[in-house]
């Protein structure tokens, strides 16, 4: 079956730009959760949608957000953005949450100039 | 909120020995504890799980084994091999949180 598909691969932006990234879970999983990971960071948690409701929610400023379809597709804005947020941001799809364990995307690489 | 930590940061091994990553949790609800692994430029890939209600876990080369009662984990590899060098993230969850809180990973590097 399919993967986790996130879409763009790569993203160049601009300092106060917003950016919007795309995330497809595998099918069947209506879990879908949001990291960024830095080199310096790890992987931080943002967000977690479960049938379109926002579950659990990470230490990240509101310039950060998230939404998710009925087809449980994702997807997280950020705005105003800032050159601390330059960062690979992955989604991970799960059957449920976390308990159930992740299949990771390959991730939108966002570089902030 | 679940805090994991995670030891060493960096790790290296000669080919063929073995090596052992250890994290700590925080919160006593916590009851699944998976493995990441994540080579370069790669998504993070799960490689074995454990779940409270057991001790230990073996797939082939990799072994998990919890401690419940001292809040710690450990990934081992044994008979290490170049493919094994990566890095290394522990996790945490429990019901209800529906999230994994991870450690801040482990970067193995295996000597040919």
């Known amino acids: 079956k399919a993967g986790v598909t996130q879409t763009p691969r790569y993203l160049i932006k601009t300092r106060g730009q917003q950016v919007t990234l795309s995330c497809s879970p595998i099918s069947g999983h209506r879990s879908v959760s949001w990291y960024q990971q830095t080199p310096g960071q790890g992987l931080q948690f943002l967000f977690e949608y479960f049938s379109e409701t926002q579950r659990n929610k990470g230490n990240f400023p509101g310039r950060f957000s998230g939404r998710q379809f009925s087809n449980s597709r994702s997807e997280m804005n950020v705005s105003t953005l800032e050159l601390g947020d330059s960062a690979l941001y992955l989604c991970a799809s799960s059957f449920e949450g976390g308990i159930y364990g992740y299949t990771f995307g390959s991730g939108t690489r966002l570089t902030v100039v | 909120g679940e805090n994991v930590e995670q030891h060493p940061s960096t790790l290296s091994v000669q080919e063929g020995d073995s090596a052992v990553i250890k994290c700590t949790y925080s919160d006593s609800a916590s009851n699944y504890f998976p493995w990441y692994k994540q080579e370069l430029g790669k998504r993070p890939q799960l490689i074995i799980d454990?779940?409270?209600?057991?001790g230990e876990k073996k797939d082939q080369r990799i072994a998990v084994t919890l401690n419940k009662t001292a809040k710690h984990f450990s990934l081992h590899i044994t008979e290490t091999q170049p493919e094994d060098s990566a890095v290394y993230f522990c996790a945490a969850s429990y019901s209800g949180d529906y999230k994994l809180s991870f450690g801040a990973g482990t970067t193995v590097t295996v000597r040919a």
């Open positions: 454990i779940r409270s209600n057991v």
